[in-house]
């Protein structure tokens, strides 16, 4: 029986969910899989299958996995494509969704400055990768995005042109690093553009953005991004259903 991870004084139940999760985060199973069934879990971890049966309803009850009727148990794959939609409005003039261009204008790997050390969990002087991009609609931009990455996990992205891959990050990170993201916090706030950004976005300084930070971790909880988003106030819309 391989031994589980975690801390051996909790019910058995939570130290195979601890474990699962850990062995999720490093690429056991991979997102769209099926996990072994819970009898061969049962097998391998020399525990009942009632036991097993509620570390697997912990990890669909937390989104990590879903269960398939008459297929099996499954690492769920989040959906983050259509994230960007639910703050911002991008639309044609006949009312059609329209999917901004992302060009990449820097990819480079430097220190860490402390909130980004801080955001991401690392040791101060650690080194990461600094991603700038833009959000362009007919040629003008409408996001400028800042996004950091712990160098060590994510050093192949360093050596290819990540706009030959498409414009969505997450799948390049999956297959080029390795790396899932699982699941992601965002706060949204509001604040006058400095002169940086500014130029990005192509508005003066101190006009008015929305910006979204969001924070990143795999299955097990380990922060992989840290990104600020900012957009033009204009295009800004917020949507929720109240029942």
Known sequence: MPPLSGDARLPRYQQLRDHLIEQIANNRWRPGEAIATESALATEFDMSVGTVRKA?????????LERQQGRGTFIRRPQFQSSLFRF??????SGGRLVPQSP?????????PSA??????????AEVIRIVRTRLLEAQPVLA???WLPRQPFQALLEVDLDSHGP?????????????????????TAEAVDAVHGRLL????????????R?????????LEWRRSRGHAQHFRYRVEIR
């Open 168 to 188: 969505l990050l997450y799948p390049i990170f999956e297959a080029l690093c390795g790396q899932v993201v699982a699941h992601a916090e965002e706060t949204l």
């Open 56 to 64: 697997v309803d912990a990890l669909v009850a937390e989104g990590v």
């Open 215 to 223: 924070l990143a971790r795999d299955y097990a909880g380990k922060p």
């Open 116 to 125: 980004v050390a801080q955001a991401l969990s690392l040791a101060a002087g």
């Open 104 to 112: 990449i204008l820097s990819i480079e790997a430097v220190v860490a």
């Open 145 to 147: 995005e800042e996004i």
């Open 202 to 213: 192509q508005v003066a300084p101190g006009s008015p953005v929305v910006v979204i930070e």
């Open 88 to 93: 911002f409005r991008f639309e044609s003039a």
